[in-house]
């Protein structure tokens, strides 16, 4: 992927510093990545597998953690939010006490630097976070071999990562992922026709640590 200031912490800093003034100012929570039928994709999976409500389970790059909300809302308990921006934890916070869900807790984390208190989660959630990286100008390649170090630490042997994105395949992540982790099932994402051929613009995946 050619490099991009999407790939960067100042661009988030700066983007969740301008949701956090909306919020204030007229209370919208901001956007929504991959939109609401990713979140209902992930919960129903989640709801299909029977992972029990007091899983812990962390998103990767949280944003404004309306995910969690809408986690919460369906009942789990033992949610964890992280991002490297605290404009956007700062967000997440307000958005979290708004909605009433005290519980979620959030933290500003780097992923690819995660503390040692960051462990033994059973689901891992990544809406775009693996993108971004993927688009750092500072050694894309590196930072993604790192994020796969730092799933493997993070998430208990036989836990589930489910992963959404708009810039890889299945057959690229099934690759960027093989270490550590094999590829359970892709679940349904809107498809388009083009030029005669379907595909899809968003690629939604469960894996799961060997």
Avoid at 106 to 119: G, I, N, R
């Amino acid at each position: 992927f050619s490099p991009s200031v999407l790939g960067t912490r100042e661009h988030w800093d700066a983007a969740y510093e301008r949701e956090l003034r909306t919020f204030q100012d007229i209370g919208d929570a901001g956007e929504i990545w991959f939109g609401e039928e990713s979140m209902v994709r992930i919960i129903r999976w989640l709801e299909k597998q029977k992972v029990p409500l007091d899983s812990p389970v962390l998103d990767i790059g949280t944003g404004n953690g309306v995910l969690l909300v809408e986690l919460a809302k369906s009942g789990y308990t033992n949610l964890t939010g992280i991002d490297y921006s605290p404009s956007a934890i700062q967000l997440s916070e307000k958005i979290k006490e708004k909605e009433g869900m005290s519980k979620i807790k959030l933290k500003v984390e780097d992923f690819l630097a995660p503390s040692a208190e960051l462990s033994g989660f059973e689901i891992c959630i990544d809406k775009g976070t693996f993108d971004a990286i993927s688009l750092n100008p500072d050694n894309a390649v590196g930072k993604r071999k790192q994020y796969v170090r730092s799933l493997c630490s993070v998430l208990k042997p036989e836990g589930f990562f489910l992963i959404t994105s708009c810039n890889w395949t299945k057959e690229e992540l099934s690759n960027e992922f093989r270490e550590g982790f094999e590829i359970l099932e892709e679940l349904p994402t809107p498809k388009f026709c083009f030029g005669g051929r379907i595909g899809n613009s968003v690629t939604a995946l469960v894996f799961q640590r060997k």
